[in-house]
T-cell receptor, first 114, second 112 residues
Framework: KNQVEQSPQSLIILEGKNCTLQ??????????LRWYKQDTGRGPVSLTI?????NTKSNGRYTATLDADTKQSSLHITASQLSDSASYIC?????????????FGRGTQLTVWP | EADIYQTPRYLVIGTGKKITLECSQT?????MYWYQQDPGMELHLIHY???????EKGDLSSESTVSRIRTEHFPLTLESARPSHTSQYLC???????????FGQGTRLTVV
């Protein structure tokens, strides 16, 4: 069964600190892995997208890593800001269908305190 | 900035009413999707479309229906709303399997 598991479920950090969110997946055949940021009551917004051959990708203070062998990914946030408070969702796409089906994790709810 | 729009953003409606949630995109993408998301839970695919006159049911069973008469529009309809339909509905589109998926802002539906 294609699944995406994220940890931790929730995380509280102080402004300026770094944090790392984890994602494990069993989606096969793998096409790509995406990290999205979702503010409360809004739609997800893309942070990074990585294919099989990419190990790391950065977008400002966000750095995503991918280990396709162990089927694990992480999202590292550097020097957190209050505006980083949101749910971070790991999404994996398969290449076994023309649809390019997306499989969603439940997200990690990040809260940044001043 | 993504050019995909959903209306209304919020809707409170009585049981038994018929409603239509609108979704429009200006990117010319063929593939469009409807997801349902409950608080703290993952997104579940309820409908998708490969293009005009193409609609398919997703993984999560839903009593809603969709139509795709034009590339730009992918409305979702509930013929008779029930409290169990209370949820957030997200519309999305992307060009190919390896490109970014764009999401609308979502419609928060409450059926009382």
């Amino acid at each position: 069964k294609n699944q995406v598991e994220q940890s931790p479920q929730s995380l509280i950090i102080l402004e300026g600190k770094n944090c790392t969110l984890q994602c494990n997946y069993t989606v096969s055949p793998f096409s790509n892995l995406r990290w999205y940021k979702q503010d409360t009551g809004r739609g997800p917004v893309s942070l990074t997208i990585m294919t099989f051959s990419e190990n790391t990708k950065s977008n400002g203070r966000y750095t995503a890593t991918l280990d396709a062998d162990t089927k694990q990914s992480s999202l590292h946030i550097t020097a957190s800001q209050l505006s980083d408070s949101a749910s971070y969702i790991c999404v994996v796409s398969d290449r076994g269908s023309t649809l390019g089906r997306l499989y969603f994790g439940r997200g990690t709810q990040l809260t940044v305190w001043p | 900035e993504a050019d995909i729009y959903q209306t209304p953003r919020y809707l409170v409606i009585g049981t038994g009413k018929k409603i239509t949630l609108e979704c429009s995109q200006t990117m010319g993408h063929d593939k469009m999707y409807w997801y349902q998301q409950d608080p703290g839970m993952e997104l579940h695919l309820i409908h998708y479309s490969y293009g005009v006159n193409s609609t398919e049911k997703g993984d999560l069973s839903s009593e809603s229906t969709v139509s795709r008469i034009r590339t730009e529009h992918f409305p979702l309809t509930l013929e008779s709303a029930r409290p169990s339909h209370t949820s957030q509905y997200l519309c999305a589109t992307h060009g190919t399997a390896n490109t970014e998926a764009f999401f609308g802002q979502g419609t928060r539906l409450t059926v009382v």
